[in-house]
Nanobody
Framework: QVQLVESGGGLVQPGGSLRLSCATS????????MNWYRQAPEKQRELVATITSSGRTNYVDSVKGRFIISRDTAKSTVSLQMNSLKPEDTAVYYCHAELPGAPYYEHWGQGTQVTVSS
C-alpha cells in the first residue's frame, strides 16, 4: 500500500519559516521524482518545486530563493524548507511522487495546510 504523509504545516507570520516533510512508503523512492504542489482557495493546483531521482531541482518563479526542496533516500522522505513566507504562500501543500514514462505512475499525499498571516 502506497502512502505519502505530509507534516509540518501550520500558521506562521509573514517573514517566518516552515519546513514541510513527506514520509513515503510502498514505493521504490529512489527512482521517483518528487514534487510539492499547492492549492490556494479558488485557485488551480500549482507545481511549486521538483526534485528528480537524480537530485536536480526546479522551482516556480514565485518561490525561487525562498524555498528549498530536498530528499533523503535512506529515509524515503522529501522536504520543503520555506523561508521568508508571504501571505500569498497560504495554501494546502501536497506531496506528489511521479515515475515518468510508460507506464506512468503517480501518488498523492493528503495535503497539509500552510497559513501565512499576522
Amino acid at each position: 500500500q502506497v502512502q505519502l504523509v505530509e507534516s509540518g504545516g501550520g500558521l506562521v507570520q509573514p517573514g517566518g519559516s516552515l519546513r514541510l516533510s513527506c514520509a513515503t512508503s510502498g514505493i521504490m523512492f529512489k527512482i521517483y521524482d518528487m514534487n510539492w504542489y499547492r492549492q490556494a482557495p479558488e485557485k488551480q493546483r500549482e507545481l511549486v518545486a521538483t526534485i528528480t531521482s537524480s537530485g536536480r531541482t526546479n522551482y516556480v518563479d514565485s518561490v525561487k530563493g525562498r524555498f528549498i526542496i530536498s530528499r533523503d533516500t535512506a529515509k524515503s522522505t522529501v522536504s520543503l524548507q520555506m523561508n521568508s513566507l508571504k501571505p500569498e504562500d497560504t495554501a494546502v501543500y501536497y506531496c506528489h511522487a511521479e515515475l515518468p514514462g510508460a507506464p506512468y505512475y503517480e501518488h498523492w499525499g493528503q495535503g497539509t495546510q500552510v497559513t501565512v498571516s499576522s
